[in-house]
């Protein structure tokens, strides 16, 4: 019973970091088409831009956590700004806005490694303390991280179902020229959605860096799994995405307890592949929507 509560508390964990890792990306590619390959580097300078406020500057957590949360929308609005809209009229923009923010994701991780050094540093904002289950000790730290995750993703699912800039994205998703036609400001959808993948990436980050280290490389670890969690929920799934990601966390919990950490990740990418070939759209999505 106590392995079986570990395996599952550790997967709960893995999933809500995943999870808000992923949606960010497949927000981005269901209401724009783009895949963001800087969204690592956002998840790196959100939990920096944390210790920064939180441990350098010593300000209490309710004014270091905003501030790493504006990071990352900054950071949103400025890629949207500087390539993705000068971007937008190229014949091969899905090819050109990769190679881009591969170059943004390697300016933001140099910054950071010459701002803070290479070695790893320790987030001064992590919830301390915890309690038991039988005889496994349970973090509030990561109870938090659980409780955080399901709360911002329902209610991102709400705001993409129900209120007037969900149905503006989806509207953009389904066809940009009708959308522009009916005269819906595409501009506006694409910095919200900017400036949402940017904060559910700094969030990401800020989670990550409290259960683990900060580094300026944490970011390629969670981005491979969020790639993974879109790929598998179907690109586009706000809500397939949450689920996909919580029961890949328990899967690569259960693996690495079973058979060793070295085979979570190739299990993973095996899934990948098998759903590639046999559910293209992904295992979540119902259809697969076409751009005309």
């Known amino acids: 019973m106590d392995t079986f509560i570990q395996i599952v508390i550790s997967g709960l964990v893995l999933g809500s970091m995943y999870s808000v890792s992923a949606i960010g990306l497949t927000l981005l590619w269901g209401a724009l088409n783009v895949l963001n390959m800087a969204h690592g580097a956002f998840l790196v300078a959100g939990g920096y831009a944390a210790y920064y406020f939180g441990g350098y500057l010593g300000l209490p957590a309710y004014v270091a956590i905003p501030g790493a949360l504006a ?7 400025l890629v949207y700004a500087g390539v993705a809209r000068p971007l937008r009229k190229n014949a091969n923009f899905e090819t050109t806005v990769i190679i881009a923010t591969v170059g943004v994701a390697l300016v933001i991780e140099n ?19 915890g309690f038991n289950i039988a005889q496994t000790f349970v973090p509030w730290n990561s109870v938090l991280v659980c409780v955080v995750s399901i709360v911002l993703l329902v209610l991102l699912d709400f705001v993409v179902r129900k209120t007037r800039y969900g149905r503006m994205i989806r509207a953009v998703a389904q066809n940009y020229e009708a959308a522009r036609l009916m005269g819906i400001r595409t501009g506006a959808v694409y910095r919200f959605v900017f400036a949402i993948s940017g904060l559910m990436a700094a969030i990401s980050g800020i989670m990550l860096s409290t259960a683990t280290t900060l580094s300026p490389t944490m970011g390629y670890d969670p981005m491979l799994k969020a790639f993974i969690v879109c790929v598998i929920a179907g690109l586009g799934e706000v809500r397939g995405a949450l689920i996909a990601a919580f029961a890949l966390g328990v899967l690569e919990a259960t693996v690495q307890f079973q058979l ?5 990740l190739p ?5 990948v592949v098998v759903t590639l070939i046999f ?6 999505r119902k259809n697969e929507a076409s751009r005309l």
């Open 260 to 264: 060793g950490v070295r085979f979570a």
């Open 279 to 284: 559910r293209p759209q992904g295992l979540l």
């Open 111 to 129: 910054l950071v490694q010459k701002g803070f050094g290479a070695y790893p540093l320790k987030q001064p904002l992590s919830l301390q303390g």
């Open 71 to 77: 990071t990352g929308v900054v950071l949103g609005l």
């Open 267 to 271: 299990l993973l990418l095996l899934l």
